[in-house]
């Protein structure tokens, strides 16, 4: 079963422009790891949110551990105002079954 996981990140308001480069540079690289299925890059107020869905815990281990992901952090790190905040979610679907979930 595929996981979803919900990241926030928080830049330092004038860091915002850099960071948000900074991870849409890494998401090509992400989407060629194995068991990838989604990461897409989402803009808020003063935020950025990336909403992720892997195969298996392996697929999301294997990221977190891996280059990019790893390279990425290291990058930014003195860039954010606070750590990534990070929720692996499981689907808990509700009404109509085509939109309760993602797919």
């Not at 330092?12 to 989407?31: G, I, L, M, Q």
Request: hydrophobic share 40%.
């Amino acid at each position: 079963m595929s996981i979803t996981v919900v990241a926030t990140i928080t830049p330092k308001p004038d860091r915002y422009d850099v960071v948000r480069d900074a991870f849409a540079e890494a998401v090509p690289k992400v989407h060629e790891e194995d068991g990838c299925e989604l990461y897409a890059l989402h803009t808020g107020k003063g935020v950025l949110v990336m909403v992720e869905r892997w195969r298996d815990g392996a697929a999301l281990k294997a990221h977190g551990a891996g280059t990019t992901f790893n390279q990425l952090s290291e990058s930014v790190k003195e860039d954010l105002a606070e750590p990534l905040v990070v929720h692996i979610l499981e689907p808990l679907p509700a009404g109509d079954a085509a939109k309760g979930t993602l797919s």
